[in-house]
C-alpha cells in the first residue's frame, strides 16, 4: 500500500546506456517531481509536475526526460548516461495550494553508471 | 535564489543529552519541513511548521519558526540511539512549487 512507490530500487549500468526510472503515487496528488541525492546527501530538485504539464525544470541536461503520462505517474528517462549521474533520484509528490507543499518521498532509486 | 543552511552538518552525542540543530532561510517564507533520512532509506516527515512561532513536539524531538529571523531549529531532549539519522530541513516560497533542502545534519547518538 505503498504512497509513493518507485522502481527499480537499483540500476547498476554501463556509461552511454539509456535506462528508464518509474514513479507512481497513489495519494492522489495534483504535483511530482524528481529530487536527486548526491554523494554527500545534497538533494535538489530536478523536475516538477503539476497536473500532467512541467513546471519546473532546474538546469538539468537534456539527456534526462520526464514523462508524466497521467498525474499519477512520472517517469523518467535517461539517455547516455555519464558516471557523473550516478546518485540516488527520489520521486515525491504533493498537494498544491492550501499554503503548503509537504513533500511525500518514494524510496528512491539508486543508480551507479561505471 | 532562496538558500537553505543547516548547521552542524555533523553532530556526534551521548545519549540522554540535549542538542539543538539550526536551519536558517535567505527568503522570505513561512513554511518549513523537516524530514529525517536513515541511512539507505527515504525521507520521512517529521514536522511541518506553516507560520510564524510555530512549535510542533514529538515524542523526544521539537520543532519551531521564527520567520522574522527566517530560522527553525530541531531541539533533541535526552537523545536516545535510534534518533540516529540525518535531518533535513526544507522550505519553500509560495508559488515557488518546489521545496528547497538544506545540507542535512547527520546525528550519530552514541550508547
Known amino acids: 500500500d505503498t504512497a509513493v512507490s518507485q522502481t527499480p530500487k537499483y540500476l547498476v549500468t554501463q556509461m552511454g546506456n539509456d535506462k528508464s526510472i518509474k514513479c507512481e503515487q497513489n495519494?492522489?496528488?495534483?504535483?511530482m517531481y524528481w529530487y536527486k541525492q548526491d554523494s554527500k546527501k545534497f538533494l535538489k530538485i530536478m523536475f516538477s509536475?503539476?497536473?500532467?504539464?512541467?513546471?519546473i525544470n532546474e538546469t538539468v541536461p537534456n539527456r534526462f526526460s520526464p514523462k508524466s503520462p497521467d498525474k499519477a505517474h512520472l517517469n523518467l528517462h535517461i539517455n547516455s548516461l555519464e558516471l557523473g549521474d550516478s546518485a540516488v533520484y527520489f520521486c515525491?509528490?504533493?498537494?498544491?495550494?492550501?499554503?503548503?507543499?509537504?513533500?511525500?518521498f518514494g524510496q528512491g532509486t539508486r543508480l551507479t553508471v561505471v | 535564489e532562496l538558500k537553505v543552511e543547516q548547521n552542524p552538518l555533523f553532530l556526534s552525542m551521548q545519549e540522554g543529552k540535549n542538542y539543538t540543530i539550526y536551519c536558517n532561510y535567505s527568503?522570505?517564507?513561512?513554511?518549513l519541513y523537516w524530514y529525517r533520512q536513515d541511512p539507505g532509506k527515504s525521507l520521512e516527515s517529521l514536522f511541518v511548521?506553516?507560520?510564524?512561532?510555530a512549535v510542533k513536539q514529538e515524542g523526544r524531538l521539537m520543532a519551531s519558526l521564527d520567520t522574522k529571523a527566517r530560522l527553525s531549529t530541531l531541539h533533541i531532549t535526552a537523545a536516545v540511539h535510534d534518533l540516529s539519522a540525518t535531518y533535513f530541513c526544507?522550505?519553500?516560497?509560495?508559488?515557488?512549487?518546489?521545496?528547497?533542502f538544506g545540507q542535512g545534519t547527520r546525528l550519530t547518538i552514541n550508547p
Open positions: 527568503t522570505t517564507s513561512d513554511r
Open positions: 526544507a522550505v519553500d516560497i509560495e508559488g515557488a512549487q518546489k521545496l528547497v
Open positions: 511548521l506553516l507560520s510564524n512561532g
Open positions: 515525491a509528490s504533493s498537494v498544491l495550494g492550501g499554503g503548503r507543499t509537504e513533500a511525500f
Open positions: 509536475y503539476n497536473n500532467k504539464e512541467l513546471i
Open positions: 495519494l492522489g496528488h495534483d504535483t
